[in-house]
């Protein structure tokens, strides 16, 4: 296969892709700016590491200009990690703490210092007429890969910690579409990064007709990602809402008696105030809303209920709406009441989460649940 003029096309297509999106991001009007900031910088940098494969055709870079470029790759994990926390929290901002993201970038070009940057123009074009046989450019490529992994497994525990506190904070699967987005995000960039690794294992150890192989796959699933990127903004435009950055997990909250008298009276007013006054009628209650209501802080009633009831908020307050649909379900004087207008009358706000939930707490469908009683 001729890899020397497809490679080049692919590029070129994901650059001006890239290139085109990044605008986007960029121009459109939202009040999340940061998060598209953040996403459009990851999609301008990426088009400028791929910019590799067909910009020499077209210039001649100085050789410190080149090197510079080709290190600018360093900034690509960090650009993608913070764009995921500003995807997570409302509230985050850039801080002078994060400069530390820049660490990469400025140990690339420190260890390049002596045998690049600092010697003659003659050093420098033996330096990159071996540039795989120079122990920097090994020690870089390691030392990026192994900031990828780090990079990536924190990602996951952010995410992970996302879900968690969406759990215990929200009763509205609405509330999880920034998690669901973030997953399958964290997936294709796994994919992505396994596929690099490879490449570039097989630069070193194998022909250049293998690694230009493994290098159209992965421009071919570059050009993959951005229609996906394309479509989600299409079909989800008002992304994003996260949540407050001091937000904790129950488990991360500490100090908390969960077998005090104090504790139990606590839990005997929350589960009769759940049957009296039914707040899981409301389908946009979360657990600071019912805090208020119970005039209790929501740290201790996140603690309460997770540590003390061993539920999540999402599936304390689903169980209520459950037995709330069930005893409409059953209810022969309300017969006229179809499936919809049982679960909005309970407080769910689509079909599909509500026959989930439904599903998970009776073993069976709502509609074969009425008919047992019909």
């Known amino acids: 296969m001729n890899y020397e003029s497809i490679i080049p096309f692919l590029a070129v297509l994901i650059v001006i892709l890239f290139l085109l999106f990044s605008a986007f991001l960029l121009s459109v009007k939202t009040e999340k700016k940061l998060p598209n900031q953040l996403l459009a910088s990851f999609l301008i940098v990426t088009a400028i590491d791929i910019s590799a494969f067909f910009y020499q055709q077209f210039i001649d870079l100085p050789l410190n200009l080149e090197m510079l470029r080709n290190s600018v790759s360093?900034?690509?994990?960090?650009?993608?990690?913070?764009?995921?926390?500003?995807?997570?929290?409302?509230?985050?901002?850039?801080?002078?703490?994060?400069?530390?993201?820049?660490?990469?970038?400025?140990?690339?070009?420190?260890?390049?210092?002596?045998?690049?940057?600092f010697v003659d123009d003659n050093a420098k074009i033996e330096f990159y007429n071996n540039y795989d046989q120079n122990i920097e450019i090994r020690f870089l490529g390691f030392f990026g890969d192994l900031l990828s992994l780090a990079y990536l497994i924190a990602e996951v525990y952010y995410i992970t910690r996302y879900r968690k506190l969406l759990l215990e904070n929200f009763a509205d699967k609405n509330s999880f579409k920034n998690y669901i987005w973030l997953r399958q995000l964290a997936i294709l960039l796994f994919i992505g990064q396994a596929l690099t690794w490879v490449k570039n294992y097989s630069r070193i150890n194998f022909t250049l007709e293998n690694t230009n192989a493994l290098r159209t796959i992965i421009l071919l699933f570059g050009v993959f990602l951005i229609c996906w990127l394309f479509l989600k903004a299409v079909n989800s435009p008002k992304l994003f809402k996260g949540i407050d950055v001091d937000l904790k997990t129950s488990n991360?909250?500490?100090?908390?008696?969960?077998?005090?008298?104090?504790?139990?009276?606590?839990?005997?007013?929350?589960?009769?105030?759940?049957?009296?006054?039914?707040p899981y009628l409301n389908p946009s209650l979360t657990i600071r809303k019912l805090a208020e209501e119970l005039k209790m802080n929501s740290r201790d009633l996140s603690v309460l209920i997770n540590q003390n009831l061993h539920q999540h908020f999402f599936d304390f307050v689903n169980e209520y709406r459950?037995?709330?649909?069930?005893?409409?379900?059953?209810?022969?004087?309300?017969?006229?009441?179809?499936?919809l207008e049982v679960l909005y009358e309970v407080g769910f706000n689509s079909k599909s989460s509500f026959n989930t939930a439904f599903k998970k707490h009776t073993g069976t469908t709502p509609t074969q649940f009425r008919k047992q009683f019909l």
């Open 322 to 339: 459950i037995e709330e649909a069930k005893s409409i379900l059953k209810n022969p004087k309300k017969r006229e009441f179809t499936v």
């Open 74 to 117: 360093a900034f690509k994990n960090p650009l993608l990690f913070l764009y995921i926390l500003s995807i997570i929290y409302s509230n985050f901002r850039l801080k002078w703490k994060h400069l530390v993201h820049l660490l990469p970038w400025v140990i690339t070009i420190v260890v390049l210092m002596p045998n690049f940057f």
């Open 252 to 278: 991360e909250i500490k100090g908390k008696n969960t077998e005090s008298a104090a504790v139990n009276h606590q839990l005997v007013f929350l589960l009769n105030y759940m049957t009296t006054k039914k």
